[in-house]
Each structure stands twice: as C-alpha cells, then as structure tokens.
Nanobody
C-alpha cells in the first residue's frame, strides 16, 4: 500500500522559513515522480514545485530537493509571506514525471498546514 507522509508544517511570521518533508512508503517513485502542491481555503489545489520546476509565485524563495535513498522529497521555504498560507500536499505518480497539474497525481499525502502571519 502506497503512503505519502508529510511533516514540517507550522506557524511562522512573515519573512520566516520552514522545511517540509514527504516520505513515500510502499513503492519507490522515480526522481521526477513526486511534487509539492498547496491549497488555500476556498481555493483550488495549485502547483508549487517539482524537481524540474517551480511555480512563479515561489521561485527564488522555495527550493525543492530529494533524498533518493530515503524516498523523500523536501521543500525548503524561505521569505514566507501570508499568501503562502495553505495546506501543503505531496503528490506522486508511479510512471513518468509529476507535472504542474494536480490531476496527474495518483497518490496524495494527508497534507501539512503552513500558516504565515503578517
């Protein structure tokens, strides 16, 4: 059974940093098969980062990385602002690369809340 487990969310003030982690169990995903998405209240789930791309809204502030030996991806978030407040989800697909469309994900984690106060 495939399971994605996120951690690292929390509450920070604007300008602060957080590091999210997502570990996959049950299957090994290829290096480009996992990504980060987020969903703010009342909004659609949106793309944040994969190994190959970053959303325009986070470029220069967020960094995607992966530890292949641990089947884990990370999202280092810096210079956070209140617009980054959302539940952050790890999405994955077994074959091919995870792109910016959330509909492409076959598996989702439970999400981790990130709250940024002004």
């Amino acid at each position: 059974q495939v399971q994605l487990t996120e951690s690292g969310g929390g509450s920070v003030q604007a300008g602060g940093s957080l590091r999210l982690s997502c570990t996959a169990s049950g299957r090994t995903f290829n290096a480009n098969g996992m990504g980060w998405f987020r969903q703010a209240p009342g909004q659609k789930r949106e793309f944040v980062a994969t190994r190959r791309a970053l959303a325009d809204s986070v470029r220069g502030r967020f960094t995607f990385s992966r530890d292949d030996s641990k089947n884990t991806i990370f999202l280092q978030m810096s210079s956070l602002n209140p617009e980054d407040t959302a539940v952050y989800y790890c999405g994955a697909k077994l074959w091919g690369s995870m792109g910016p469309n959330p509909d492409d994900a076959e598996f989702w984690g439970q999400g981790t809340q990130v709250t940024v106060s002004a």
